[in-house]
């Protein structure tokens, strides 16, 4: 079975080799190229036309709105190219967040776009894509002719006796010899060398467009500043909502459980205070069944306690508060944490959360025999690694509680990986910023 494995791999790969010569995106990668020359000229000679304008006039005040307009249509050239890629090259970038002064008002705009670094790397590769441009253009042209004109020249060399007096097509002159593809062989050799170039030419085409994909993405997209600032608002959006559902469900579990219980007891104890003269017996039997009332109210503050922030988290750390809640699980749990020292408080308390969380699914939802908990430093990382041997099947999509996880680990820097095989059980794995106290 492995050798027939191995042999439909390289079937695929030796059809894949076959193909790329017509396939959908190799055309679309060389009119990718093809279109790029022109392209580039109109934007090099605009580009550098309207700087070179713009930095001349900068003695007089005209300079400052040629160069922000000459700014401004780069973005616009931008905008095309971003279009150009997702269409040929499916490649997908995001448009850079738009320029706006703090002001309203075309000086407070004028401004807006000199201080932009998006709109100089647009300005940028107007400038500098044109050699790319050449060079990609002269090189996939002429390999892709050369390659399908020797691949096809089995077909159209008769054109030469016929119409010319040559007997084939001339490949060069030396002194007196002229070497001309007019024999069997040498048909055959230009037929073989032409197949070469052919299969070959996909490849070196998507090299090229490689190049181009660099360039789009990190000229014309957002900065990695840009990116990481949508980034942190994302994620503090997820905090936030987070922080608030977490309100909600103390709201509610103070509502229907601790509050109901101590407004019924409030009640119990009136009603006792009634009965204390005339019924002695019924008063004392009501206080009781109150004090009762009591304890349990207590356990479930003690309970709504523990889920916003143990105790034993605070004062023993990680380990004791993991063996805590791994002895409420309703599966055998071993917990071994290998940490020299403890992390800063978020960093211990989001560990803390996850690993009770993950827990609460393998009692609910694994049906496993045996589960185990391990927590370790690696380099500038805490690691967490929970696994079970249940059925396994689990998955962070679908809105599930694992989604939310991952969204609460993201907001932190952190990962969720989650590997869960059916009935082979489910390794879960996630890894937190290291952070000291």
Known sequence: MAGAAAGTGTGTAIGGLLRAPVARRTWREFGYLLLGLPLSLVYFTLAVTGISVGAGLLVTFLGIPVLAGVLLMCRGFGRLERARARGLLGLAVADPRPVRGRKGGALAAMGALLKSGSAWRHALYAVFHLPWAVFAFCVALVLWSCGWSLLLYPLWFWVFPAYTDLPGLQLFTNGDHTYYLDSPARIAGSFLAGLALTLATPWV???????????????????????????????????????????????????????????????????????????????????????????????????????????????????????????????????????????????????????SELLQNISKHSGARTASVDVWRSGGRLLIRVADDGHGGASPAGGSGLAGLTERLDAVDGVLVVDSPPGAGTTATAELPWRPR
């Open 205 to 355: 085409v998507r090299a090229l467009t490689a190049v181009d994909r660099v360039l789009v993405a990190g000229l014309l997209g957002p900065s990695r500043l840009a990116h990481r600032v949508t980034e942190l608002e994302s994620d503090r959006g997820v905090v936030v909502d987070t922080a608030a559902a977490d309100l909600r469900r103390i709201e509610r579990d103070l509502h229907d459980g601790a509050q109901a219980r101590l407004a019924a007891l409030a009640m119990g104890l009136g009603l006792a205070k009634e009965k204390l003269l005339e019924d002695p017996g019924a008063a004392a039997a009501m206080v009781d069944e109150a004090h009762g009332e009591v304890k349990l109210a207590l356990q479930e503050l003690r309970d709504l306690a523990r889920g916003i922030h143990p105790a034993v988290l605070t004062d023993r750390g990680l380990d004791a508060a993991l063996s805590s809640v791994a002895s409420r699980c309703t599966v055998p749990v071993t917990v071994h944490v290998d940490l020299p020292e403890r992390p800063a408080a978020a960093i211990e308390g989001i560990a803390y959360f996850t690993v």
